[in-house]
């Protein structure tokens, strides 16, 4: 009867597997050994209050939505009992080993926001934690700075949108289709994107049309960047400076449209002034 062991792990063997050993040192001071931290000796399926403290022993606080699941949602229990009597599942059996939060969620944004030149750490916070927390997804607490993270500013009139306008939200019954987003993806972040064009593609180059080489688009499309004298190949001298735009950019039909025609424009004299023919016709001083 002398000498017989008196801690847990001195007559059973380990039902998780050298999974708290990194607490060893701390937890041996207990009495009764390691298990006794947290199991009595009524029943190893038991676990007396203040239960199991999962930030301490495995470094991952359940929090938020976490704390509002059942345990098997990530331990998911096994059909069988093992050698030990176990059913609960291992975290790692299910989603492998847990580094973040995209070993067990998949990535909606399908990785827009681990490309190169971002930021891989904002205040000690990687991955999902860049923008979210654990309360759900859908919450930003610490904000969603928009050039930053697209590249796009939402300044002027941009700015004073909704988030709707260019990201519309998702039916409920296509979230599911959508990768979880309630939200949609912007259709582009170029003017022509968003935008019609009101010129029927007078400006358009290679496919494109840049609508920020006449217009402060960021504010209104009313106004105007365009400097004629070098922005165009003609050059407004002082009388053709005085006239309104109208003078020479006037309607016409493109289609079923009605646009005012900017280009092409001829830059003779004679393409918009018509010839005098009676001064043409009059003989000239000394001729017969």
């Keep these: ?36 931290l947290c199991h009595s000796t009524d029943d190893f399926a038991t676990i007396p209050d203040p239960g199991f403290r999962h930030a301490e022993f495995t470094g991952f606080a359940v929090l938020g939505a976490h704390a509002q699941s059942r345990c098997e949602t990530c331990h998911a229990p096994s059909d069988l009992p093992d050698e030990h009597g176990r059913t609960f599942g291992r975290v790692a059996d299910h989603f492998g080993a847990v580094q973040g939060c995209a070993d067990c969620h998949e990535d909606v944004h399908e990785g827009r926001f681990d490309a190169r030149g971002l930021p891989r750490k904002i205040d000690d916070r990687t991955g999902c934690a860049r923008c979210h927390d654990e309360s759900s997804f859908r919450a930003m607490p610490y904000g969603f700075e928009h050039e930053r993270w697209t590249g796009f500013p939402l300044t002027g009139a941009h700015g004073e949108q909704s988030c709707s306008t260019c990201h519309p939200a998702v039916p409920p019954s ?29 400006f358009r180059e290679s496919g494109v049309t840049d609508c920020s080489t006449c217009h402060a688009a960021s504010h209104s499309f009313g106004e105007t960047v365009f400097r004629h004298n070098l922005d165009s190949r003609f050059a407004l001298d002082e009388t053709h400076a005085a006239l309104a735009c109208s003078a020479c950019h006037e309607p016409v039909r493109v289609g079923e449209v009605e646009v005012v025609r900017y280009k092409p424009l001829g830059r003779e004299c004679s393409s918009c002034h018509a010839m005098n023919q009676d001064v043409l016709r009059r003989p000239r001083r000394g001729s017969r």
């Design 1 to 36: 009867f002398r000498g017989t062991p008196n801690r847990c792990e001195g007559c059973h063997s380990d039902a998780h597997e050298g999974a708290f050993d990194r607490f060893r040192g701390k937890l041996a001071r207990a009495e009764g050994g390691n298990c006794a």
């Design 174 to 202: 296509r979230v599911a289709a959508n990768g979880g987003r309630s939200w949609s993806a912007a259709v582009g972040n170029a003017c022509q994107d968003c935008h019609a064009d009101p010129h029927a593609g007078q």
